[in-house]
């Protein structure tokens, strides 16, 4: 596998090296460095918002100011993340388009190196692809706009279609829910509004493509995702960034509502560069007998905090977060899950595992919760690592509250190393010393990675063999 | 010579001598028995052979068709073409037995060069049926959950695949049930060829009922003390291995 695996076509390219390009900067708007009103106004000025966007950003604002690092709990490196020194917004100033034709050349160029537009042939439903702060290409394939699937950016979302998002905007995730969440709100654009009506079932995946490319940037998508009674979907998200001096950061709000019935499958592989500070908050709301699905993968950055998280607020509704974590040198991966168990015979299920090579740390924060008043929830958590190196590292901090009646929660947690007669094993039979570990980690992860599309697990096997050359020795 | 020379050799782990002086030679084309009691050493000339790190070789030869591959690494000495089928084959969780045959392989391509396969699972396929293996057998993860005759098939089935010229079967039929015992049997007797030469390691006389070795060696305190033909099997499993208190 380690070696059958090494020319198979890259269709997503997710690689580091691949990604370690950028072109000059030639920005119509740049909101400048630093944080302050007139930013927040500015980017509201941009995009022509409606007077009450601009008072969310505003309050949003004023909370991220009050809030605190949390630091007693996260990494003390938050503490490095200079915000007078980020620069919040650039844009091109050009429309997005639609046709690859139109979208300017070096943006183009940097999607076709990354094989976007094969992929949207291939295999996708539609693709939005944003460059920087904004979209700069979006498309979906025309049946789904018949049948009144809506699959915009968020300027767009809120500007076009305010009775549908307005509803849901900024209520799973309030303002407040976290000092990053509070940053977001205050200074979005871009990400990927959509919203999939009664009983549409959308076949093939809708794809976002998220790309840093200018230095001290950070980047502040927002998604909503609504998928209506019945409704199922699969969305997948992939980042890159080239790797700069200075950190950047990518600050993000994910939001997803399933009404009753509905499903939904949010997909992300995450690669961005090992300099970028990876600060999300995922939350989905599940409706009665509706299910929400995060299958996450992250290999880049240099800190990730992120703990896809799903409100079962009806009665039957799923959720479930399937988690893959690769932590290299110097990198942190805090990663983990939340359930919140808000109505009877709602269902969880966590698999979380997690890679730690050379000095890499990675962390499991989980928390389930099934207050009282709820009765027959169950929960299954399972929470795997292993560790490569002798100073690799791994944390597990899982947070259970279980009152109710008849509600059963189950933790199962492991830690391993690589066994040296494993390697000695796969070695007698030929393999060197650094396919052996390869081999060995595929191995530990594949039930996990064929949880992702095809298109996917393939990309990531290969960035995990990549991931491992020089780990040992 | 063609085969396995082994001359002088003297294996330590963790600063004991643990083979001390071993002298044994297995022409290609024979197969040849190393029979003796528990802490003889015989797993660790085995281990020490392949490689093993912490098997280190403190004096002698190892001659593979002639070719010395003491101080190689072991994915090197795998690839001269040396098997070794061991007593307590390692589990692969999530590593498919098809797709860790196919990584061996490839690994035995020259650079940037693939086995085909189609061709692969064509001969995969072949030497199963030969095996009387089920096919979904291959799907499974290398060793993962597997009783003693199903670790034991498996690495056949590895040593069939990857035809070393060189194998040492290490206490390969401990553990086996009667009808495991000779699916190991015809394996290894399919796997004898005027190419190849094999050696066994084993404690009992029974897997010598179904492979006839050409020659039985008795090894104690870390060397080979007695060598007969196939009959010397037989007399041992009747008098034990009492002369050897003599």
Redo the contacts between chains.
């Keep these: 596998?380690?070696?059958?695996l090494d020319?198979v076509h890259s269709e997503l390219n997710l690689d580091r090296s691949v990604g370690d390009f950028s072109f000059a900067e030639d920005y119509a708007y740049d909101a400048g460095v630093g944080l302050n009103e007139d930013v927040v106004k500015y980017i509201s000025g941009v995009k022509r918002e409606d007077p009450w966007i601009l008072e969310f950003r505003l309050k949003a604002l004023k909370a991220f100011e009050s809030m605190k690092n949390p630091t007693h709990w996260a990494s003390k490196k938050l503490d490095e993340l200079d915000f007078s020194k980020i620069r919040f917004y650039l844009a091109k100033g050009a429309k997005k388009t639609r046709s690859w034709d139109e979208v300017p050349e070096d943006v183009k160029k940097t999607f076709e190196r990354l094989g976007v537009p094969e992929q949207e042939r291939a295999f996708l439903a539609g693709v939005e692809a944003q460059f920087d702060s904004e979209s700069a290409y979006s498309n979906m394939k025309s049946h789904l706009e018949k049948d009144g699937v809506i699959f915009v950016d968020s300027t767009e979302g809120l500007m076009k279609y305010p009775e549908i998002f307005r509803k849901y905007f900024g209520k799973v995730i309030p303002i407040s829910d976290n000092k990053y969440s509070a940053l977001n709100s205050a200074v979005f654009s871009g990400g990927s509004f959509i919203y999939v009506p009664k009983g549409v079932k959308v076949k093939q995946p809708l794809q976002a493509y998220f790309r840093i490319n200018a230095e001290s940037f950070g980047q502040f998508e927002r998604t909503l995702i609504i998928a209506d009674e019945g409704a199922e979907l699969m969305y997948m998200e992939g980042c890159t960034a080239p790797k700069f001096e200075t950190g950047t950061l990518h600050s993000a709000v994910v939001e997803l509502v399933a009404l009753k019935g509905a499903k939904i499958q949010y997909v992300t592989v995450q690669n961005w560069s090992d300099n970028v500070f990876n600060l999300v908050t995922k939350r989905g709301v599940a409706e009665e007998g509706a299910q929400i699905r995060w299958i996450d993968c992250n290999i880049g950055s240099g800190i990730t905090m992120k703990y896809p998280a799903v409100v079962l607020k009806g009665r039957e509704s799923r959720g479930e977060v399937i988690s893959i974590a690769l932590a290299n040198k110097k990198q942190h991966q805090d990663t983990g899950a939340k359930m919140m168990h808000l109505a009877d015979s709602t269902t969880s299920n966590i698999v979380s595992k997690s890679v730690s090579i050379s000095d890499g740390r990675a962390s499991y924060r989980g928390m389930v919760y099934m207050p009282r008043g709820v009765s027959k929830c169950k929960n299954n958590t399972v929470c795997d690592a292993l560790l490569i190196n002798s100073n690799s590292r791994t944390d597990t901090y899982p947070a259970v509250i279980c009152s109710g009646q008849n509600n059963s929660v189950q933790h199962e947690a492991s830690v391993s190393k690589v066994?040296?007669?494993?390697i000695?094993?796969?070695?007698?039979?030929?393999?060197?010393?650094s396919?052996a570990m390869s081999?060995?980690v595929?191995?530990?992860?594949?039930?996990l990675v064929r949880e992702f599309p095809m298109e996917y697990s393939v990309e990531l096997r290969r960035l995990i063999e990549l991931q491992m050359e020089g780990s040992v020795g | 010579m063609r085969g396995l020379e082994i001359e002088n050799l003297t294996v330590r782990v963790a600063g004991r001598n643990v083979v001390e002086g071993l002298n044994l030679k297995v022409p290609a084309g024979e197969v040849h028995a190393i029979m003796g009691p528990n802490g003889t050493g015989k797993s660790s000339l085995s281990k020490a052979i392949a490689g093993h790190p912490d098997y280190s070789i403190a004096g002698g030869r190892v001659l593979l068709d002639g070719e010395d591959i003491v101080g190689l690494a072991p994915d090197a000495i795998s690839k001269k073409g040396f098997f070794l089928a061991f007593q307590y084959p390692v589990s692969i969780p999530g590593v498919s037995i098809a797709n860790f045959i196919r990584a061996c392989l490839n690994a035995r391509m020259p650079e940037g060069e693939k086995i085909n396969p189609v061709e692969y699972y064509k001969e995969l396929y072949a030497k199963m049926d030969e095996l009387k293996m089920d096919r979904s057998f291959t799907t499974r993860s290398v060793n993962d959950g597997f009783s003693g005759g199903e670790k034991k098939r498996c690495d056949i089935l590895q040593m069939l695949m990857l035809n070393p010229k060189f194998a040492i079967l290490d206490e390969t039929d401990s553990g086996l049930d009667i009808d495991a015992l000779r699916i190991v049997a015809d394996g290894v007797n399919s796997a004898r060829s005027p190419e190849r030469g094999m050696l066994l390691i084993t404690h009992y006389h029974r897997l010598l009922e179904y492979v006839k070795p050409d020659m039985v060696h008795v090894m104690s305190g870390g060397r080979i003390v007695k060598s007969g033909g196939a009959e010397l099997a037989v007399e041992l499993e009747k008098t034990g291995y009492d002369f050897l208190k003599d």
């Design positions: 596998m380690a070696e059958s020319n066994s040296e007669e494993q000695f094993y796969m070695r007698q039979r030929g393999l060197s010393e396919e081999l060995s595929n191995g530990f992860v594949n039930d």
